[in-house]
């Protein structure tokens, strides 16, 4: 095992314009916000970012300019609204959005740590969205070759970069997520490069002791970053819940037109 | 009595015990449902979310704006990845699922992706999240809306997330909304009840299609008892924040 440890702007560098990405979390849960400002500073642009059920990670990289395409189920603040910045560049074809359903991007992502070309996935047939995937190549409807009938192919996602924030990870890059792990684990494996964000940096002991809490082991893991408070201002379970009044702080800055001045005050908090 | 916890009510008694369900982002009313049922009639219902928490423990259960909070899984007996409970979907083996609509159509289909076309969007919508997945595959569909209204229940949806009714399937849909509970049919919508506080024309004034009428009822509100318990689970009121002030 080689050490993998770098800082934020080294693992920037493992980024290219044009990039498709993914990133941890679901709506305001342990998203890598401290990469992310890291990545709007850089400069870089044009990507494409894939996720089941993102938030402001999606919502402020757009804001920021840095986004050609983006893909997901759903994208909001959940009881706080629509994510503002998402709902005006789809408005204005600023970007394109591609609509996905959890069940599809899901099964995608595991395609893609499977090392498959798709996998056939239930359910859809008869929504308005399987024209609009079939149109742009991702979905296709087959048939069940055992004789089930007709089914969803959903095309396998391998995004360029995975960009992961755990709890604990040691400096080879094994990593440990605690409680909820959404799709992390099939992210980090189906992407061509991993970046792991970690709260904290344990010894490699800690997982020889505890193997079981090796959820991606070193050799999916191309860089580790230590960044505490990494997920801020989603949560990171077990360290710390969503902080609630600065997710609005952000949503009312955004209404009054100071997107710019919030996302200069994230990139400095890094 | 808040519509809110008329509607926490209806959802609860959806839930038969022993039966497995499910409720994804931007869900306060069904976990509060989910609950009230798990505390009530349905001790042994599966509760399973998208805090990915099997079985949260209600003692220890604050409800929060986001339904992805980690803390939304305290106490649970295990972690359940929302990837292997739509596996379970997939396996037929997840009765109900609750799912918001943005517009309702007189089958029960829904519309959570856009207003206008999907190409050039009036508004674009949060979108389905797992409707198109699960909708053909639960075998209990219970859609609600905040905003019983004509721009809710429409004729025509704009785009088509989800799907409500499906004929010769074992799928059960019921539409609660802030006035009233319908179930689809073949046919269409059929009126179940209307909610204290609200009148027949209420309901049907505010709809862009007639809904089926045949006899109703006047829904059950929860009692003392089950308020304590909605109340207990969601001191702050965060179930209301889903309203229009």
């Keep these: 095992m080689k050490d993998k440890l770098v800082d934020l702007d080294a693992a920037v560098d493992l980024v290219g314009s044009g990039d498709t990405l993914t990133f941890s979390g679901v709506s305001m849960v342990r998203k890598p916000m401290a990469f992310i400002a890291k990545l709007i500073q850089s400069g870089k642009k044009d990507f494409t970012i894939v996720d089941r059920e993102p938030g402001m990670d999606f919502d402020i990289l757009i804001a920021a300019g840095c986004v050609k395409c983006a893909r997901?189920?759903?994208?909001?603040?959940?009881?706080?609204?629509?994510?503002?910045?998402?709902?005006?560049?789809?408005?204005?074809?600023?970007?394109?959005?591609?609509?996905?359903?959890?069940?599809?991007?899901?099964?995608?992502?595991?395609?893609?740590?499977?090392?498959?070309?798709?996998?056939?996935?239930?359910g859809i047939i008869g929504t308005d969205l399987v024209e609009l995937h079939e149109k742009l190549g991702n979905w296709k409807i087959i048939n069940d070759p055992f004789g089930g009938g007709e089914i969803v192919a959903v095309k396998a996602i391998v995004p360029d970069v995975a960009v992961i924030h755990v709890q604990k990870a040691d400096r080879c890059g094994n990593a440990s997520l605690e409680g909820?792990?959404?799709?992390?684990?099939?992210?980090?494996?189906?992407a061509k490069k991993l970046i792991i964000t970690a709260e904290e940096i344990v010894p490699t002991d800690y997982f020889k002791e505890n193997p079981e809490k090796n959820t991606i082991p070193y050799c999916y893991t191309t860089a580790v970053v230590h960044v505490p408070k990494g997920a801020y201002p989603t949560a990171c379970p077990n360290y710390y819940p969503p902080d609630y009044e600065e997710v609005l702080r952000y949503l009312k800055m955004c209404r009054e037109g100071k997107v710019k001045e919030y996302i200069d005050e994230f990139i400095r908090r890094w | 009595m808040h519509p809110a916890d008329v509607m926490i009510k209806v959802m609860a008694s959806q839930i038969k015990d022993g039966e497995v369900f499910l409720h994804g982002l931007a869900s306060p009313m069904p976990a509060l449902a989910m609950f009230l049922a798990k505390l009530t009639h349905a001790p042994n219902m599966v509760y399973l979310a998208v805090a990915e928490g099997i079985d949260p423990d209600p003692e220890k259960f604050k409800l929060y704006p986001s339904s992805a909070d980690p803390r939304h899984a305290a106490g649970c007996i295990g972690i359940g990845e929302l990837a292997e409970a739509f596996d379970l979907a997939a396996k037929g083996k997840v009765d109900g699922m609750f799912l918001g609509g943005a517009q309702i159509d007189k089958h029960a289909n829904i519309n959570l992706t856009c207003i206008g076309s999907y190409d050039k969007p009036k508004v674009k919508l949060p979108g389905g999240a797992a409707a198109a997945y699960l909708s053909p595959i639960v075998k209990k569909l219970i859609l609600w809306t905040t905003n019983h209204s004509k721009r809710t229940f429409v004729e025509k949806l704009d785009f088509k997330t989800g799907i409500g009714y499906e004929k010769g399937k074992d799928k059960k849909v019921v539409v609660v909304s802030n006035m009233a509970v319908f179930e689809a049919e073949e046919s269409g919508l059929r009126l179940i009840s209307v909610h204290p506080g609200f009148s027949i024309d209420d309901v049907l004034s505010e709809m862009s299609f007639e809904p089926i009428i045949d006899g109703y009822a006047t829904t059950q509100p929860p009692s003392d008892e089950e308020m304590k318990i909605i109340q207990k689970l969601d001191p702050e009121n965060v179930r209301y924040l889903e309203f229009k002030k």
């Design chain 1, 180 to 190: 909820s792990r959404f799709e992390d684990v099939y992210k980090a494996k189906a």
């Design chain 1, 72 to 122: 997901a189920a759903m994208v909001g603040f959940e009881l706080f609204g629509l994510a503002p910045n998402v709902r005006r560049a789809v408005q204005e074809g600023e970007i394109q959005f591609i609509e996905e359903t959890c069940g599809a991007v899901v099964n995608g992502l595991r395609a893609g740590a499977m090392g498959l070309p798709f996998l056939p996935v239930k």
